[in-house]
């Protein structure tokens, strides 16, 4: 098991960015691929972006690309989520989240940290 914390939340006013951090602890970083979601009040958890274990191949939700650049140091058992150009309704619980890196569902996640953009 991965055990993860998410920092870096905040209010931010539309327009402005954030960047968040996941530190990963209790296995080997590298051996596993990682995601952000994100869950706005009374809605279903959402997709947002992933990473390969290398930090090489990324994808992202239609929402964000363009505007959230997901990355990780591997040397620093961290990924990152740069947030730039944001939306009111980017405003939810940031979570990230950890798979093998070879298959398997996320199973492992952080509890979450608040993200609220003002208009």
């Known amino acids: 098991q991965v055990q993860l914390v998410e920092s870096g939340g905040g209010l931010v006013q539309a327009g402005g960015s954030l960047r968040l951090s996941c530190a990963a602890s209790g296995r080997t970083f590298s051996n596993y691929r990682m995601g952000w979601f994100r869950q706005a009040p009374g809605k279903e958890r959402d997709f947002i972006a992933r990473?390969?274990?290398?930090?090489?191949?990324?994808y992202y939700a239609d929402s964000v690309k363009g505007r959230f650049t997901i990355s990780r140091d591997n040397a620093r058992n961290t990924v990152y989520l740069q947030m730039n150009s944001l939306k009111p309704e980017d405003t939810a619980v940031y979570y990230c989240a950890a798979a093998p890196k070879t298959y398997g569902t996320y199973a492992d996640w952080g509890q979450g940290t608040q993200v609220t953009v003002s208009s």
């Open positions: 990473i390969d274990w290398s930090g090489g191949s990324t």
